[in-house]
């Protein structure tokens, strides 16, 4: 028997996990955290490091407990955080501030003029991560920062993402020239290509704003590493915090979402739409193909040998909660009639823009949009055409990955959204037309657990793995009654999507589309 430990730092809690090579997961422990928002400032989202610091050990502490498991017989660690959360550190890697959560937009204007400088420049580098930067990445909140904080400025030793700040914590390190660094959030949200010298350009980065002078030379210290690589082993301080053994391997981190597909038992051909508060769409290439408008395009950030293509939707549960909090009610009590739904019966069509858009528009500018509506509208009626708005805005991408060479030929729904709720997964499946496979056990944390075990040498490839970890499928196959109702919509969709959302697009026919709503509506 094998044990090892998988962490999944998610957007309100840490989840930690005690997996066996044998038999999956054994139990796990959670603990959450704060996410500081202001009312005045839609666009705020920080939470603390010391706050998530104390959530490891306590949900660490709980999931050995909870099998009655002693930290000795742990082998290894390793951990997947959301991304792009960023935090300033000073020379000796303690934070100068919060970190910058992934659905903090502050660094919208910066993000604009990493982008437009980029393009002037014809800078390669942009290419890969779809042609346009975002406020949630890493140099335009380093930007925004510096912008921001002039007083702190000269105690700016570096950056980091979440999952390099947490390896480096746990394994002791205090110099910026012995940090972590994630290939798969370097390349991601940092602009970092191998084959094209690593980070964009100093000369790049001071002609968007002198600010960044050096900036390049502090973010490119460290070891760049895949995540079949370790990041250095358990410190005896973080030992006896844990309970755990000193020593043992700590392995590379990830975003969460990228090891989350791995957890789905994600192969080539695959899109896994990662569904949570917001929904990551991951897939794999072997070939490096680059569709504008994704999140990145990155050799080894999923798979080590695969090429990692990333894109999704900027909110997705997020959606949902709001609904039910806007009605004062839970989205478990709103969804019991929507079971007896049927494809467009509510005439509304809902665009998922309340948190802008990540994929393809890369808009943070843009904001939810709810049309056709009546005066007997309920919030259920809201919360169904959000669904199928999510699942409309998915289509969107996959078949635009698709057009630019990354053909997808199963669809899988992860996260923690899928297996609680059926409905949304038919509506996906008759959305795109296509089977959607479900994993039939719980995949949070999976993903970092293979990876720990490699670490530990108990697999030898991701794939053997996955063999022995991943569970089986529950298949959702689109339904005949409901596919031209959906094809119909979906036009409609697409029309307002890419009419609202870009700036030269044909103005939008309202006048055709409102009527058309309401006639399917009644069909």
């Not at 407990?65 to 792009?84: F, K, Q, W, Y």
């Not at 020239?177 to 980065?205: V, Y």
């Not at 050096?214 to 210290?221: C, F, L, S």
């Not at 293509?309 to 009639?337: H, K, M, N, Q, Y």
Request: aromatic letters at 8%; proline letters at 5%.
């Amino acid at each position: 028997m094998s044990l090892v430990l998988g962490v999944d730092f998610g957007t309100l809690n840490v989840r930690v996990s005690v997996f066996d090579d044998a038999v999956g997961r054994l139990g796990a422990g959670v603990a959450h955290y704060a996410l500081h928002r202001r009312k005045e400032d839609p666009n705020f989202a920080t939470q603390s490091h010391a706050d998530h610091l104390d959530a490891l050990t306590e949900a660490t502490n709980s999931a050995l407990r909870s099998v009655s498991v002693h930290g000795e017989s742990i082998e290894a660690i390793a951990i997947d955080t959301t991304g792009s959360s960023v935090v300033i550190v000073d020379d000796h890697l303690n934070p100068l501030d919060d970190y910058y959560l992934w659905c903090d937009h502050r660094a919208w204007r910066e993000a604009s003029e990493i982008t437009r400088a980029a393009r002037d420049a014809k800078l390669e580098s942009i290419a890969w991560c779809g042609g346009t930067y975002s406020s949630e990445w890493g140099f335009s909140k380093v930007l925004h920062w510096l912008r921001n904080n002039p007083v702190k400025r000269e105690r700016f030793a570096t950056a980091l993402e979440h999952c390099d700040m947490i390896a480096a914590v746990l394994c002791g390190i205090d110099r910026v020239e012995d940090l972590p660094r994630s290939i798969c959030a370097m390349g991601h949200k940092w602009m970092w290509n191998e084959t094209l010298g690593g980070l964009p350009s100093e000369d790049f980065l001071a002609s968007v704003d002198p600010l960044l002078q050096g900036v390049r030379e502090k973010i490119a210290h460290g070891k760049y590493r895949t995540a079949e690589a370790k990041a250095g082993v358990l410190s005896p301080e973080w030992a006896h915090r844990l309970g755990l053994s000193s020593g043992i391997p700590v392995s590379m981190g990830a975003l969460d979402a990228h090891w989350d597909a791995i957890g789905a038992g994600v192969r080539l051909g695959d899109a896994v739409n990662v569904i949570g508060t917001s929904t990551c769409i991951i897939g794999m290439s072997d070939s490096p193909t680059l569709v504008p408008g994704v999140c990145g395009v990155v050799p080894g950030s999923v798979h080590p040998f695969y090429t990692g293509i990333e894109s999704g939707l900027s909110a997705t549960g997020d959606i949902f909660d709001s609904i039910a909090r806007r009605a004062s009610t839970s989205i478990e009590r709103l969804s019991v009639p929507l079971n007896d739904y049927r494809a467009g019966q509510t005439g509304l069509m809902r665009l998922s823009w309340d948190n802008g858009d990540r994929t393809i528009l890369v808009n943070p500018e843009l904001s939810g949009v709810t049309l056709g509506w009546n005066l007997l509208h309920a919030p259920e009626d809201e919360l169904f055409a959000a669904i199928e708005g999510t699942a409309f805005h998915t289509r969107i991408i996959l078949e635009h990955m698709q057009a630019y060479g990354a053909p997808v030929q199963r669809v899988i729904n992860g996260g923690g959204i899928p297996r609680k709720n059926a409905l949304l997964n038919q509506i996906y499946a008759n959305v795109l037309n296509k089977p959607v496979l479900v994993p039939e056990g719980d995949t949070t944390g999976l993903g970092a657990a293979i990876f720990a075990f490699l670490a530990a040498g108990r697999f030898s490839t991701v794939e053997d793995a996955q063999h022995a970890l991943c569970p089986a499928y529950q298949v959702f196959e689109p339904e005949e009654s409901s596919r031209a109702v959906y094809e119909e919509l979906f036009e409609y969709y697409r029309r307002l999507y890419f009419g609202f959302g870009t700036k030269d697009a044909p103005p939008v026919e309202l006048g055709a589309i409102l009527p058309a709503l309401r006639r399917l509506a009644a069909h």
